[in-house]
C-alpha cells in the first residue's frame, strides 16, 4: 500500500546525470546510441503531502537549454500517483499523466502517449530509492504492454553537498 509520503526520499536538490537512447522509439530496437548529459534538480512537497513537483534544468549534449517540471499528485483513494511532465522540449504541452504506485521499494508507472499516429505506452520506474542515488529508468512498449523494449533512458542522482 502506497502513501503521500512515497516520493519523501527524492525532496532537496539533486545532480542528475541522464543517459538515453538517441533513437528511444524505433520499435525495431534501440540503436546503440547514447547520449549522456547532466542537469540540476529541485523537489519540494505541495498540498500538503499529497503532491510535490520538481524543476529541473541544464544543458543538453547539442549546447542546447534544457528546462522540465513534474507534479505529481497522490490519490489516497486509489492508491495511485498521477504523474505530468512539460519541459521546454514541447513548448506549450502538458504530457498526459503516467499512472502508478511503489511495491517493494520500486514506484512503476506506466501511460500510453501518441507517436507518430501510433499508441506507445511509456513506463518508467523508481529504483534504488533507500540508496545514496536513487534512479529513474525509463523503457517503452510498442504492443500495449505486452513486451517491453530494453531500458531507453536512466538518470542517477546524487545529492548536492
Do not use: K
Amino acid at each position: 500500500m502506497g502513501s503521500r509520503h512515497d516520493f519523501d526520499f527524492l525532496f532537496g536538490t539533486w545532480h542528475v546525470h541522464h543517459r538515453r537512447q538517441t533513437a528511444p522509439l524505433d520499435p525495431a530496437g534501440a540503436t546503440g546510441t547514447w547520449a549522456e548529459f547532466d542537469t540540476s534538480a529541485t523537489v519540494a512537497p505541495i498540498l500538503d503531502g499529497l503532491g510535490n513537483a520538481d524543476d529541473t534544468s541544464g544543458t543538453l549534449p547539442d549546447g542546447a537549454r534544457f528546462c522540465g517540471h513534474s507534479l505529481r499528485l497522490y490519490d489516497p483513494a486509489r492508491d495511485v500517483w498521477r504523474i505530468w511532465w512539460a519541459s521546454t522540449s514541447n513548448p506549450g504541452v502538458l504530457d498526459a499523466p503516467v499512472e502508478g504506485r511503489f511495491a517493494d521499494d520500486i514506484g512503476t508507472f506506466a501511460g500510453p502517449f501518441e507517436h507518430n499516429g501510433r499508441t506507445i505506452v511509456a513506463r518508467f520506474r523508481w529504483v534504488d530509492i533507500s540508496s545514496a542515488h536513487p534512479r529513474w529508468v525509463q523503457d517503452f512498449s510498442f504492443d500495449d504492454g505486452r513486451s517491453w523494449a530494453p531500458v531507453n533512458w536512466v538518470m542517477t542522482h546524487t545529492r548536492h553537498a
